[in-house]
T-cell receptor
Framework: GAVVSQHPSWVICKSGTSVKIECRSL??????MFWYRQFPKQSLMLMAT?????????EQGVEKDKFLINHASLTLSTLTVTSAHPEDSSFYIC?????????????FGPGTRLTVL | ELKVEQNPLFLSMQEGKNYTIYCNYS?????LYWYRQDPGKSLESLFV?????AVKQEGRLMASLDTKARLSTLHITAAVHDLSATYFC???????????????FGTGTLLAVQP
């Protein structure tokens, strides 16, 4: 399966600051990646679809100006949480399909745990 | 709105016992996935079920899909402590046999296998 990495693994920041999370597709060029969020003891919720070379598409209720997504290359998508607040503390996980045009499986990165003080 | 519900939410069972986790979903999606999540970790893919009647088995876990009933099951046989984790089912948002790669996750089932 595909190899997806994320950086950092864990970040603690002060309220009001911005945090950037990187998601890398290590073994295939992903035109599409997905960002999920998981609050403690809850399920995963899709936040947005990251599209290489174009704007991300956001799910209903997700603020696009707060969660900035940049997919400037086929192997890297970044999620920037702007002006983070404690309620943004969560586990952020990215994924891709492992190969172009595939719909049969999703491969998830190791996740980034964000804590906003 | 597509909803995916799992039952039970929490399951404590003894080693050697059998049990089934249920996943119900509210639309006609034919693509269902099962994942395992260990504490503090990301998701590990267990099964991909793509058609009505699909059954897959790996070790002590077996998953099935009934698209007419909009139900998938994850059966645990002779549980061992190493199976302790949270299990999620997920459904592709697209109706019928379509696919978007946008997954709607179930509520999760926390499984604790006691020695």
């Amino acid at each position: 399966g595909a190899v997806v990495s994320q950086h950092p693994s864990w970040v603690i920041c002060k309220s009001g600051t911005s945090v950037k999370i990187e998601c890398r597709s290590l073994d295939f060029q992903a035109t599409t990646m997905f960002w999920y969020r998981q609050f403690p003891k809850q399920s995963l919720m899709l936040m947005a679809t990251s599209n290489e070379g174009s704007k991300a598409t956001y799910e209903q209720g997700v603020e696009k100006d707060k969660f900035l997504i940049n997919h400037a290359s086929l192997t890297l998508s970044t999620l920037t949480v702007t002006s983070a607040h404690p309620e943004d503390s969560s586990f952020y996980i990215c994924s891709n399909t492992g190969r172009e045009g595939a719909y049969n499986e999703q491969f998830f990165g190791p996740g980034t745990r964000l804590t906003v003080l | 709105e597509l909803k995916v519900e799992q039952n039970p939410l929490f399951l404590s069972m003894q080693e050697g016992k059998n049990y089934t986790i249920y996943c119900n979903y509210s639309t006609t999606s034919d693509r269902l996935y099962w994942y395992r999540q260990d504490p503090g970790k990301s998701l590990e893919s267990l099964f991909v079920l793509l058609s009505n009647g699909a059954v897959k088995q790996e070790g002590r876990l077996m998953a099935s899909l009934d698209t007419k009933a909009r139900l998938s099951t994850l059966h645990i046989t002779a549980a061992v402590h190493d199976l302790s984790a949270t299990y999620f089912c997920a459904v592709d948002r697209a109706p019928g046999g379509g696919a978007t790669n946008k997954l709607i996750f179930g509520t999760g089932t926390l499984l604790a296998v006691q020695p």
